[in-house]
């Protein structure tokens, strides 16, 4: 909308609704809003999606070697064991364990997950055990729990190396 003045030689215009003063953010001069460093919107961009890694498990077939230590009120004994894994499918073991005093190459049946989580389970007459451990990363070594039941009973550490050919 414009109002003209009469009176005088020339006429003005004037606007009936002027426009308000400048309004800064947080009362700040606009020169400190533009100064902000950073990339350009059209610079900035969404990074791919990036499927998550398939759990690898691993492969435990071998020969592994060590022993079990147990510790029985004040008496302590190392039980040399042999471990042959002789197939894998998957998760699934198969193969043979051979614990000192328990007879030689037990059959037993087990899993190993991603995690390098590994549980072994073996019988044989009166004899019965687990045998559970964690793969390290290199699979050159196998460490935890072992426990068997029959004519001599076993709870220890186990700790496994594998044999290279």
């Not at 759990?55 to 020969?63: A, C, E, N, Q």
């Not at 699934?92 to 390098?116: C, D, Q, W, Y």
């Not at 007459?125 to 068997?148: N, P």
Request: aromatic share 6%.
């Amino acid at each position: 909308m414009t109002a003209h003045r009469s009176g005088g030689s020339s006429q003005r215009n004037y606007s009936m609704i002027e426009s308000l003063e400048m309004r800064c953010l947080l009362s700040l001069p606009p020169v400190a809003v533009l100064t902000v460093d950073g990339p350009t919107p059209a610079a900035i961009r969404v990074a791919p999606r990036v499927a998550a890694a398939t759990p690898v498990i691993p492969s435990l077939v071998g020969r592994f070697t060590g022993s079990v230590k147990v510790k029985k009120y004040f008496i302590s004994k190392s039980f040399d064991v042999e471990l042959i894994v002789t197939s894998q499918k998957g998760k699934t073991l198969t193969g043979t364990v051979t614990v000192e005093h328990m007879g030689s190459k037990i059959p037993f049946t087990g899993t190993v997950n991603a995690r390098r989580q590994m549980v072994i389970s073996f019988k044989k007459g009166s004899y019965h055990g687990t045998l559970k451990g964690d793969v390290s990363a290199d699979r050159r070594l196998i460490v935890g729990d072992a426990t068997a039941e029959g004519p001599i009973d076993l709870d220890g550490d186990m700790k496994l190396y594998k044999v290279h050919k």
